[in-house]
């Protein structure tokens, strides 16, 4: 069974730091660029960073460029998103899947930002 579990949210002041995980299983996670998305009420669900399978290239959205840090550990088939300088419009829950999001979305992990 596919399972993509986030963690790490939480409520941090403006200019603060959090660190986000994605646990995967149930898939050859090394084969996969892996992905960070998040989601407001009301709004569609946009990319946020990505990650390569292949060479550990990395992308990131206007937004979040030299705040954010995207890695990924392939022996324990996991990811990881470092939000630094957290501003209060990162408020959203953020969700791991593969870059194209062929995969069923987890829980969510919720980061709330206040200024």
């Known amino acids: 069974e596919v399972q993509l579990v986030e963690s790490g949210g939480g409520l941090v002041q403006a200019g603060g730091s959090l660190r986000l995980s994605c646990a995967a299983s149930?898939?050859?996670?090394?084969?996969?660029?892996i992905g960070w998305f998040r989601q407001v009420p009301g709004r569609e669900r946009e990319g946020v960073s990505c990650?390569?399978?292949?060479?550990?290239?990395?992308y990131y959205t206007d937004f979040v460029k030299g705040r954010f840090t995207i890695s990924r550990d392939n022996a324990n088939k996991k990811i990881h998103l470092q939000m630094n300088n957290l501003k209060p419009e990162d408020t959203a829950v953020y969700y791991c899947?593969?870059?194209?999001?062929?995969?069923?979305w987890g829980q969510g992990a919720q980061v709330t930002v206040s200024s």
């Open positions: 990650i390569s399978n292949s060479d550990g290239s990395t």
């Open positions: 899947n593969t870059d194209t999001r062929e995969l069923s």
């Open positions: 149930g898939f050859r996670f090394a084969d996969y660029a």
